[in-house]
């Protein structure tokens, strides 16, 4: 249990950004530790056991759980301090991406942004700075334990020790699968269409006559996410949107405004704002379509013949995902759906969620593709899929030989931990340290 509470600990100290309620706010506040000119107060302490709790059921039943929370922030502190004496440089494109996400994520939870001030008794402003500075130390932190503990490896007795060391105690792998996919989404009626083409053509006039885009956007956007911020969609890599939009935004001179855009969304403005070798900042102005009247049938018609074709040798499933799918991120790859937890292609069957998880039981081997089904997200629209099973892996123990880079990993891993708890070890020698009880 106590190493559970560690790692729950150490994931929401440096991974969980700005969890400031309203409970935490009405606490009356002190001084639990000081980490050289810097202080942790109580409530930073009663935010993050709120967060275990939330996301971590088990951890109320823990006596130990705050008190493991303020090592972690001390450590963190920690760190930190030999990071900005080290003057370590952050990425500020990724940094304004991330915070873009979060911010996104945020409004998502909210039906305005004056409900979401409400609830965490701040300004937008004031929750959009300290979510900036909670993932730029996150970065700072992360940039300087990958230059500490670079080039780590692990010799084959190692990974041997390792496994013999620890193999009552490592988990099953459980059974894996990697799927590939293609995705049409139903495309809109022609009246659907013709209504709001006028709607973004009355509004490209308007900018053509001098109206401010970011005025605009805001008055017309039907951009949820974007709208209240003046369209604007922070810093994106390539490949994070739709192609057609993306090809548009990169072929733009920096503040030019791009002629109409259609994508299956809607009809778009698009300006661009910045572009660096792997990121670019847009903002835009989105008009959707009508989808009271969609044609499913021909999305689900286009799916059938691509799937007839491919089960009779006609065409092969990757070019057919890379020709017709309508999710550009596995497009580009032949449909491989990555997990985006690992970055790898395999997820653990019992991790999927319906309908793909009964998908993935009736296919039985691999190369298998599925029948065409509907997909119908909670928050998003509606599409049509077909999937093919590449791999699947039974559930099994853990074998050295089988499973050798599986368990070389985890041995990477215990040791850069371990060579990391050391090297804070010397740095708590060099920063005054006190921590109160709590």
């Known amino acids: 249990m106590k190493k559970v509470v560690i790692r729950i600990v150490s994931l929401l100290v440096f991974m969980l950004p700005f969890v400031a309620l309203n ?64 003057s370590i440089q952050i990425n500020e494109a990724e940094l304004q991406k991330q915070v873009d996400q979060r911010m996104a994520f945020l409004r998502s939870r909210f039906r305005s942004i004056e409900e979401m001030e409400a609830t965490f008794s701040k300004s937008y402003v004031v929750i959009e700075k300290e979510i900036r500075d909670d993932l730029k130390d996150q970065q700072m932190i992360g940039t300087l334990r990958r230059q ?26 459980p059974e894996m699968v990697e799927l590939a996919q293609v995705l049409v989404y139903p495309q809109v009626t022609e009246e659907a269409k013709a209504k709001a083409r006028k709607e973004i053509e009355d509004i490209q006039l308007k900018i053509e006559e001098g109206e401010d885009f970011t005025q605009l956007a805001r008055q017309y956007s039907q951009d949820p996410g974007s709208a209240s911020l003046g369209g604007d969609l922070g810093y994106s ?19 030019e405004v791009s002629d109409i855009v259609e994508t299956r969304f809607g009809y778009h403005l698009i300006q661009l704002l910045d572009k660096e070798k792997e990121d670019f900042h847009v903002r835009h102005i989105l008009i959707v379509f009508d989808r009271e009247n969609l044609d499913a049938s021909a999305a689900k018609a286009k799916l059938e013949k691509i799937r007839k074709d491919v089960l009779d040798g006609k065409a092969d499933f990757a070019e057919m995902a890379r020709q017709y799918s309508d999710d550009p991120v596995s497009a580009k790859i032949g449909g491989l759906i990555n997990n985006p937890e690992t970055g790898e292609a395999m997820f653990a069957v019992t991790s999927l969620k319906e309908p793909l998880k009964s998908v993935v039981r009736s296919l ?21 899929a077909l999937f093919r099973l590449n791999k699947r892996e039974p559930a099994h ?32 020698k060099e920063v005054y340290v006190r921590i109160s009880d709590i």
């Open 364 to 384: 039985k081997s691999s190369g298998q593709v599925s029948k065409v089904i509907r997909v119908a997200p909670e928050k998003g629209i509606p599409f049509f």
């Open 237 to 255: 890599a390539k490949g994070d949107f739709v192609k057609k939009f993306e090809d548009v935004a990169l072929a733009l001179e920096e503040g």
């Open 148 to 173: 500490k503990l670079s080039g780590i490896s692990v010799t084959y007795d190692e990974v041997t020790d390792y496994f013999e060391r620890n193999s009552l105690r490592l988990p099953d792998v």
């Open 23 to 86: 409970a935490a706010a009405s606490t009356a506040d002190r001084i639990v530790a000081v980490v050289g000119n810097e202080m942790i107060l109580q409530s930073e302490v009663d935010e993050q056991a709120m967060m275990a709790n939330l996301q971590y059921p088990e951890s109320k039943e823990d006596p130990l759980l705050k008190s493991s929370i303020l090592e972690s922030l001390v450590i963190k502190k920690i760190v930190l301090t030999k990071a900005r004496l080290d």
């Open 397 to 428: 123990q853990l074998d050295l030989q089988k499973d050798y880079s599986r368990i070389e990993r985890l041995a990477i891993e215990q040791k850069k931990d371990t060579l990391f708890s050391e090297w804070i070890s010397e740095l708590r």
